[in-house]
């Protein structure tokens, strides 16, 4: 049978406690805490902004769920297996800080004469961004769409490729005509000329910023719970980097390797794997 006594009491000592208040009859208030009473003698207390905080040790557990989750999230599957995945803004952060990712176009290249009279949402474009799309399915890729915002409020199709192999994803950018794609791990990024003047170079970066006032030159993310994210990625575009190529990087590898020898210096262990790929 329903106490209403006990009931009445519990309405009027919850009509009593401040927003925020903590109330119990089974625990003690933490060490530290400040304690009150009401009016009707009901002890409460407020937590201090250091008991909201979380631990170091609860903190670390967040964040190792977070990558356990994101990585099979977003692991690359087998042929036909790619598919479109959604992220929280926290699994957001970790693969903008942590992860293994790419940004490919299939948009307008306007640094190309016959594109850049056409307007962005032309349907040659619409239908190369499906077409990209369906590429990645058919590579096992794991894939976000996402909008970018770059010289005014031009609107560019995106896609955010998770778990990336940098050869292809510059082999993308070369076959779908974009000016460039950028490739990104552990937090460093590069971004890669495809095609145009400038291909074979790049330039390099670390880092990205939240950038939620921004008006132009940022990406735009929409989460798994409709949130839009403004993101940029930090570059230094004041030096280009040449892309050497696996191949002349193997040939520089041979070079230092002679003159060690030549110098009578202890031969490198890299060398044992440079051998392995010229057979």
């Known amino acids: 049978m329903l106490n209403h006594k006990l009931l009445k009491l519990a ?22 805490a400040k304690v009150f009473t009401t009016t009707g003698g009901t002890e409460y207390w407020m937590p201090s902004q250091q008991d909201k905080k979380p631990t170091p040790q609860n ?29 929280s803004k926290d699994e957001l952060s970790y693969v903008l800080s942590t992860g293994s990712y790419a940004l490919v176009s299939g948009g307008r290249n306007s640094n190309i004469k016959e594109e850049a ?3 962005e949402q032309d349907e040659k474009f619409v239908q190369r961004h499906e077409e990209l799309k369906s590429e990645l399915v058919n590579s096992g890729y794991a894939h976000t769409e996402i909008t970018g915002h ?6 560019s199709f995106l896609v955010m490729v998770h778990d990336q192999d940098e050869s292809e994803m510059k082999e993308l950018g070369k076959k779908y005509n974009q000016d460039s794609v950028i490739v990104a791990n552990q937090g460093k990024q590069k971004m890669f000329f495809t095609t145009g003047e400038n291909e074979g170079s790049y330039f390099s970066g670390s880092g990205w910023e939240q950038t939620q006032d921004a008006k132009t030159d940022y ?10 994210i403004k993101f940029s990625l930090n570059f230094d575009f004041d030096n280009m980097n040449t892309d050497e190529g696996e191949s002349a990087q193997i040939e520089k590898a041979i070079i230092e390797q002679f ?5 009578r210096k202890p031969p490198d262990q890299n060398l044992k794997k440079i051998t392995r790929v010229l057979v």
């Open 259 to 263: 003159l060690h020898i030549i110098h």
């Open 150 to 155: 770059y010289g005014g409020e031009e609107k």
């Open 11 to 32: 309405i009027d000592v919850l009509k009593e406690l401040p927003q925020g208040a903590v109330y119990s009859t089974t625990r003690k208030p933490p060490k530290g």
């Open 219 to 228: 990406t735009l993310f929409k989460t798994s719970d409709g949130t839009l």
């Open 59 to 87: 903190q670390k557990n967040t964040n190792e769920a977070i990558a356990k989750l994101v990585q099979e999230k977003v692991k690359r599957g087998d042929t036909g297996e790619g598919r479109e995945v959604e992220l």
């Open 117 to 119: 009279d056409l307007d």
